[in-house]
């Protein structure tokens, strides 16, 4: 299994499935009782669609890590189209 350094992922892409663009990623919430990773906090491109997520107060978008579907140069995550395939 290849190791992945959170220290690597700050700054990285993130783009869906279908090739649409959201920004870059911020930072990582996890849930602190188990320590489970929980949502890829996002500074959205000036394109990023508004409605495909939730948004954090300071309007960051909120993207749940059961969506990653892998992560390279970029990491990329399913859209809501994906699920119904």
């Known amino acids: 299994m290849d190791e992945l350094f959170a220290r ?3 700054g990285k892409t993130i783009v869906g499935t279908d090739g649409t663009a959201f ?3 911020h930072t990582i919430t996890i849930e602190p009782k188990s320590g489970a990773l929980r949502d890829l906090v996002v ?5 990023s669609p508004s409605s495909i997520t ?10 749940p890590v059961s969506r990653i579907e892998r992560v390279s140069d970029q990491i990329v995550v399913g859209t ?3 699920r119904g395939r």
């Open 43 to 47: 500074d959205p491109d000036d394109h």
């Open 80 to 82: 809501d189209d994906d």
């Open 8 to 10: 690597d992922l700050g």
């Open 23 to 25: 920004g870059t990623l």
């Open 54 to 63: 939730p948004r954090t107060d300071d309007d960051r978008l909120r993207i």
